[in-house]
């Protein structure tokens, strides 16, 4: 397979979000702000690419019995990394994230492209998918914070879009907005892929 086509399918065919739907905890919970939305997506593209990286490396070093657990202990370095880094240079960003910025280490979505493609391809191919699949990861990020944060607070980015005295539709910044939300984009993704297709 090209790596054209690496790229695109981790982006669109397979979606993290709206095609596998794994690694949705912190989508629903991040995607209140579009620029918590946006470190994440960075957080997380950073660490699928290193780690993909790292796993395509030592992939025919790693025993087949303790590869999960030796995946883990690699996402958790640059995990570690992205948190000392945010930590000292955007305390504000480090903040809005909380404990979802530690709980990247069990995404299903890094531990996923580690196991289904990174364990079994060489080390360029592994690199693109893991940048395709954050850049598919962070724009079903912001698409549902684009909306929830519009519609939740009249802001983008902060900046206020609605007339101040908009009241700010409540569903959107609750969890079971962002459920209906997520629901509701993942049937219009698959709907314009299934057309596609």
Request: aromatic share 10%.
């Amino acid at each position: 397979m090209s790596l054209g086509k690496v790229f695109s399918n981790s982006i669109f065919k397979n979606n993290p979000i709206f095609m596998q739907m794994i690694g949705l905890c912190s989508v629903l919970a991040i995607s209140t702000a579009v620029s918590s939305a946006i470190a994440m997506g960075i957080a997380v593209t950073f660490v699928l690419i290193c780690s993909n990286a790292v796993v395509s490396i030592l992939r025919n070093v790693i025993p087949n019995n303790v590869r999960i657990p030796a995946f883990i202990v690699v996402i958790a370095a640059f995990v570690t990394l992205v948190e000392m880094v945010l930590h000292a240079y955007s305390p504000a960003i480090y903040n809005a994230l909380g404990i979802f910025l530690p709980l990247i280490v069990v995404n299903c979505c890094i531990l996923g492209e580690a196991e289904g493609f990174a364990y079994q391809n060489k080390v360029i191919p592994s690199i693109v998918d893991g940048l395709g699949t954050g850049i598919g990861y962070t724009m079903a990020m912001l698409a549902m914070a684009v909306v929830r944060e519009l519609f939740g607070h009249g802001t983008l980015l902060d900046m206020q879009i609605f007339p101040e005295s908009y009241p700010g539709i409540g569903i959107f910044t609750s969890p079971a907005g962002a459920f209906i939300l997520l629901g509701l984009w993942i049937a219009l993704y698959r709907g314009i892929m299934a057309k596609r297709a």
